[in-house]
Every structure is written in C-alpha cells, then in structure tokens.
C-alpha cells in the first residue's frame, strides 16, 4: 500500500513563498517514471503543474515557469515543491502525483495553499 502524505501549506501573503513537501510510505520515488505537483482551485478542475521524470527530466505548466521547482530526494524519499513569488491565483489545493506504470499512480490527499493580496 503506498501512500503520499503533502505538508507545507498555509498561508502566505502576495509575494511570499512556501515549500510543499510529499513523504512516500510504502514505495521509493526515486524508482517511479514520473513525479508530480498538480493543483486544483475552487470552482476549477485540477491542473499541472511540475514534474520530473525518473531521468531527470523537468517540466512546468506556463503559468508557474520561473517560480516553482520541483525536486526529489532520494534519500529522504520525498518529493518538494519550491514556490517563489506567490500569486493570490495560486490559491489551491497541491496534490503530489507518483506514477510508475500501469494502475501503479497515486495521489496525496492534497496540502492547502491560499495566498493573500
């Protein structure tokens, strides 16, 4: 049974910056095709946001090039979200993605984000 478990939300004003966190239990990440960061806001399906392949490959929705990062730690068996320069439309739920092949994809419960104007 795998499951990821975010932290590191809250609450930050405009201009701020957090840095979410996903623990794996029960699977290394480091192992997994894909890792991920997705968000869903009120009123609104959820969305990409970043990714990094197991190779290294990095990916990022346009409206967060240049102020998220993504990262996995291999020894810490976990996946981070570095968030710089927050926008109050970043206000959403994160939820961690880790895909490794097949049925194998799971999701966290998600970690709250609201950013003040």
């Known amino acids: 049974q795998v499951q990821l478990v975010e932290s590191g939300g809250g609450l930050v004003q405009a201009g701020g910056s957090l840095t979410l966190s996903c623990a794996a239990v029960?699977?290394?990440?480091?192992?997994?095709?894909?890792v991920a960061w997705y968000r869903q806001a009120p009123g609104k399906q959820r969305e990409f946001v970043a990714s990094?392949?197991?190779?290294?490959?990095?990916n990022s929705a346009e409206s967060v090039t240049g102020r998220f990062a993504i990262s996995r730690d291999a020894v810490q068996n976990s996946v981070s979200l570095q968030i710089d320069s927050l926008k109050p439309e970043d206000t959403a739920v994160y939820f961690c993605?880790?895909?490794?092949?097949?049925?194998?994809?799971?999701w966290g419960q998600g970690t709250q984000v609201t950013v003040s104007s």
């Open positions: 993605n880790v895909f490794w092949s097949g049925d194998y994809n799971y």
């Open positions: 029960g699977a290394r990440t480091s192992s997994a095709a894909v």
């Open positions: 990094v392949t197991r190779g290294g490959t990095l």
